[in-house]
């Protein structure tokens, strides 16, 4: 059982709004009072002082979730945090810890690498696996990462079939499946894009330019690289 013990208003309605959002198992007490006979884990805030026989979260009022994520995480055991990617223009990411999903996110690939280093800053010992698939995406995820473990894990059959309802989740889940297989070490991932992704780029280009030209092909590696963005590389054509 978790149990909020805080003076701190903000830090009272944060977590209790955090909680009753994952559906999670808690009560609240004053600070001081007797706790449950059944208390696991106390959550109090900066300013509290909590003398209890069991172990405390002290909550940041500007990132509740961090506690709460905490604080669920001494409830179920624990375990290694691992983060899982199935990379593409927007990837799926999701954070185990242990067995269990704590978070799940569907971003833009540019952003996917500030998130994992997000989630796992306070971890100990993260590992993040990466889906070979999209490898354009899953090579500027990685070499961003340069900093942390990572393996590259064969995504075959990660995608799920996706019933009714569940349209747009396919990204996540395969990222929940890519957390759970083991991987390759990896700490940086060479990407030379074939003549087929390199005409790709170019057939975009084309369609994109309002003069209906076609980019250089040394440009369009550069695009696949992801060192230039396809309307920056079309301007610098167009100025040429």
Do not use: W
């Not at 340069?146 to 989740?169: C, I, K, N, Q, S």
């Amino acid at each position: 059982m978790i149990v909020v013990a805080t003076a701190d208003f903000e830090v009272y309605h944060e977590i209790v709004g955090e909680l009753r959002e994952r559906g999670a198992a808690f009560t609240t007490v004053e600070p001081g009072d007797a706790l449950p006979a059944d208390t696991d884990v106390v959550i109090a805030g900066p300013g509290d002082d909590p003398d209890v026989p069991c172990d405390v979260v002290v909550a940041d009022p500007n990132d509740p979730r961090a506690a709460v994520e905490e604080a669920l995480t001494l409830l179920r055991g624990g375990g290694r945090t691992i983060v899982g990617v199935d990379p593409g223009p927007n990837p799926g990411i999701a954070v185990l810890s242990g067995d269990l999903v704590v978070a799940v996110f569907h971003v833009p690939v540019e952003d996917a690498a500030d998130v994992v280093r997000e989630e796992i800053v306070d971890a100990p010992d993260p590992l993040v696996r990466v889906g070979d698939g999209a490898r354009l995406h899953g090579a500027r995820i990685i070499d961003a990462l340069d900093d942390t473990a990572v393996e590259l894990v064969d995504e075959a059959g990660t995608t799920p079939y996706l019933g009714r309802g569940a349209r747009g989740m396919d990204d996540v889940l395969a990222a929940v499946n890519i957390a759970r297989l083991e991987g390759d070490e990896i700490s940086e991932r060479s990407f030379e894009p074939t003549a087929g992704e390199l005409d790709v780029i170019k057939q975009r280009s084309r369609e994109r330019s309002a003069e209906n030209r076609t980019i250089t092909e040394a440009l369009a590696r550069r695009v696949a690289r992801g060192e230039l963005t396809l309307d920056e590389a079309i301007e610098r054509h167009d100025g040429q």
